[in-house]
């Protein structure tokens, strides 16, 4: 068994095979977690999630570039489409997050890489972004839900706003920094907080062979980020994947597993054991 922690099959890439490409995963005995960036994708991702009686489930929250500061133009992903949102609704999240199959809040934290060029811009860009991190992780806390982080080029930044923030919100924080791209210091340092790392695709990307062999397994879940960062595909997977080759899936997190066994010298059935049972511990779920 797998289980891809961070998938976007609510997105428009699966709009005409949605629902193959989940049975093709649940078939293939791989789990998956549909993360919401906004209200109206936390909303879809919840009613995909309903739809199955085990093996999918979903995480809510307001992403940081889905956050209309009036600071910087951003330049939108068509898969997702266009919407801001002024503010943080609490409440209308708190009622999503009460969903029997919302097992996460995220993903929610920074994103530095759309910001403003004047440092008074930049001030303001960046206090907005981290008012919607303590909100949201206020909401995790409220409702005892594991954290999905999402940071981009401000792990430096997202580090020193938990560490501040620890007595603020008196809670053991949980959760996972998906997509990991961080130095090693900042993955000690996110370890050192309890919170797991995400690996997708990326990882034949950049070079974090030297990161994934110090990270110990206990610590690692494995993700797609579907439909983006598809892996390298072998040649029967390349002519299954017709048309959708560049597209990303559930299914392909098996790849992920496979590299990360092959770096740290490790069975595939240990990874994929491992990283399930991790899973399974920070989202706690198993049988619906």
Not at 32 to 61: P, R
Not at 129 to 142: F, G, H, P, R, V
Not at 259 to 283: D, H, M, P, Q, Y
Request: hydrophobic share 40%.
């Amino acid at each position: 068994m797998l289980i891809d922690t961070h998938t976007h099959l609510n997105f428009l890439a699966f709009e005409k095979d949605r629902d193959a490409v989940i049975t093709r995963c649940l078939d293939n005995n791989v789990w998956m977690i549909n993360v919401g960036t906004n209200l109206k994708t936390s909303k879809e991702v919840i009613e995909l999630a309903e739809k199955h009686s085990q093996g999918v489930f979903a995480s809510v929250g307001l992403h940081p570039i889905n956050l209309d500061t009036g600071l910087v133009k951003i330049k939108f992903d068509e898969n997702e489409g266009k919407y801001l949102e002024q503010d943080f609704n609490f409440n209308q999240y708190r009622k999503l997050a009460t969903s029997p199959k919302v097992v996460a809040i995220g993903e929610i934290g920074l994103d530095y890489y759309w910001k403003p060029k004047t440092t008074g811009r930049k001030q303001r860009f960046f206090e907005k972004q981290k008012d919607l991190l303590l909100k949201q992780l206020e909401l995790a806390k409220e409702l005892n839900l594991p954290v999905i982080f999402h940071c981009r080029m401000a792990h430096d930044e997202l580090i020193k706003i938990l560490n501040t923030n620890y007595l603020i919100l008196n809670t053991n924080l949980k959760g996972v920094v998906h997509c990991f791209t961080g130095t090693w210091e900042q993955a000690q340092q996110y370890m050192d907080m309890g919170l797991f790392l995400g690996f997708n695709g990326i990882i034949f990307k950049l070079n974090l062979d030297e990161i994934i062999k110090k990270t110990p397994l206990e610590r690692v879940l494995i993700e797609t980020d579907c439909p983006y960062l598809p892996p390298p595909l072998p040649a029967e997977a390349l002519a299954k994947a017709g048309p959708m080759i560049s597209r990303n899936e559930p299914l392909y997190v098996k790849y992920i597993a496979q590299r990360i066994a092959e770096i740290k010298n490790l069975s595939f059935g240990k990874v994929a054991e491992t990283t399930t049972n991790n899973a399974k511990t920070l989202f706690n779920f198993g049988q619906d």
